[in-house]
């Protein structure tokens, strides 16, 4: 078990130094969310109506720091991919190193940086008026929320890194899945305008009830969401709490089987 | 005693569509090397990942320092160094980079895995490369860079995987250098190549496979025996072309072969019968213009045995070989 948390942390540190050597990586990872929370400030958000007290930006930030979080499963499902295509996965295997290690580290190391990323994100939008009313305790259970959710899809990452293993089809597939995800979702714009059905699916959709989660955690009223009444709409708290649950039940022991049999 | 042995070594993919090795066995002795020598696609990579504990064969059998390679994966990885086209390093960090963490890896202490890390780069000529990023090297520092990080553990078994593949030829002959080196030392080479010069360079003992499994093996001389043994060659001006074509046939016994001005047939003693084929011109007052013994090249051995020439010319580029659809 030590040379278990050994190995994931060597290999946690080497995306680290990745970073360092290439901080251009570092740059781009960043420029992507500050550039969204601009351009949904400044380009939407003069035309999107909200009574909400401080303005559209209140609601905006929750689903910007929900929508760069679901971009974890396409970062480490591409990272993944990479490394398997250029034969350092390979070169990890013949090591005699904890099973696991290489994909436990990777998910370490991609939630390190959403942590940095998150941060760099919460800083341009307070810079742009967003201002979290709830307190300190609150606003912080609201990251730590978040941390979770994107180490939750971190997994998913992995699993579809291992399976599809070209990067640029997996890019493909991460985006695939994470924008309908993001954009059918109360993240944006109130679900009220969406047909029956897309109604019910944005609202059981965790990226709803993680931007619901947020709102409620940084004292807003989530004017967004609960137009059908369901229930995830109505606990966004408790439903995002066990899509995290369930999705690390299933992905974690998915993944690391995957991952050992990856070659066969 | 063999400390790599492979009994009957099956693997197909695509369903049994492709089969990439056909009941492959070898063995390499202890501090040895074995050259497995064959064309692209004809089962070398595949034996090699299965031997490093990469991928489980479908049946058949193997041990790497007396170890099952298939029940035991872990306690192989701890004998084994492995470099090759696939089993990369991380081109992002610097060589010095790769080196410690490849040495945290191998649960080398910090101080340690540094020490090594150093020791290695002056080892393998690397200093001046060492803080810069793997993308900046050429071929083959890369390799040698590659080679390093697979004995940072002082691995008794090593397996290279067409080490030098895709270097130019001065690439070429310092990784020859450095391979020299290791074997000196005393480690148990596997190598494979789709060079017939470099397993001829090499290795002690031969296996040419071709399809999957081996079709020969033996040393260098004695494969080259297999495909006809020596022949004898004299070459000679026009005018003694005659005198000269009876004097070889009288020692080889069997019909001799002339082109321009050039005669020769098979021996079976070889230096005994070259001397006596310089008595016999010199009695005949025949001055040759070149003699000599003429062995069979490796080349030679390849055609002979599969029916086909080696594909030597064939570079794929690094990487591209994933999916287990190399085969």
Sequence with gaps: ???????????????LLQLARVPELLVFSTIQPVMFVLMFRYVFGGS????????????????????????????????????????????????????GAVIIGRTFGDALLNI????????????VGWRPTSGIVQTTLAFVFL?????????IGILVGLSVKE????????????FPLTFVSNAFAPTTGMPRALQYFAEWNPVSTMVAACRQLFGLKNEFGATANSWPSQHPLETSLLYVVVLMAIFI???????????? | MKSVIAENLVKTYRKGEVKALDGLSLDVEEGTVLGVLGPNGAGKTTTVRILATLLQPDSGHATVAGIDVIKHPDKVREQIGLSGQYAAVDETLTGWDNLVMFGRLYHLGRQTSIDRANELIERFDLTEAARRPIKTYSGGMRRRLDLAASLIVKPKILFLDEPTTGLDPRGRQDMWGVIQELVKGGVTLLLTTQYLEEADQLADEIAVIDRGTVIARGTSDSLKKQVGGERLEITVEPADLDQAREIVAKISGHATHVDLRTVSAPVLHGSKDLMEALRAMDEAKIHPLDIGLKRPSLD??????????????????????????KK
């Design chain 1, 1 to 15: 078990m030590k040379s278990a948390i050994h190995d994931s942390l060597v290999i946690t540190k080497r995306q």
């Design chain 1, 48 to 99: 999107i109506d909200s009574d909400q007290p401080g303005g559209y930006v209140q609601l905006l930030m929750p689903g910007i720091f929900v929508q760069t979080v679901a971009f974890t499963l396409a970062s480490t499902a591409i990272g993944l991919a990479e490394d398997m295509k250029k034969g350092l996965i390979d070169r990890f295997r013949s090591l005699p190193i904890s099973r």
């Design chain 1, 116 to 127: 940095l990323v998150l941060t760099v994100m919460a800083l341009a939008g307070y810079a």
């Design chain 1, 147 to 155: 941390f979770m959710f994107g180490y939750a899809l971190s997994w």
């Design chain 1, 167 to 178: 990067a640029r089809t997996v890019q493909s597939v991460g985006f695939l899945v994470t």
């Design chain 1, 253 to 264: 022991p998915l993944s690391i089987r995957k991952y050992k049999n990856y070659s066969n």
């Design chain 2, 300 to 325: 030679d051995v390849f055609l002979s045995l599969t029916g086909h020439v080696a594909e030597e010319t064939v570079v794929e580029p690094i990487g591209k070989k994933k999916r287990g659809g």
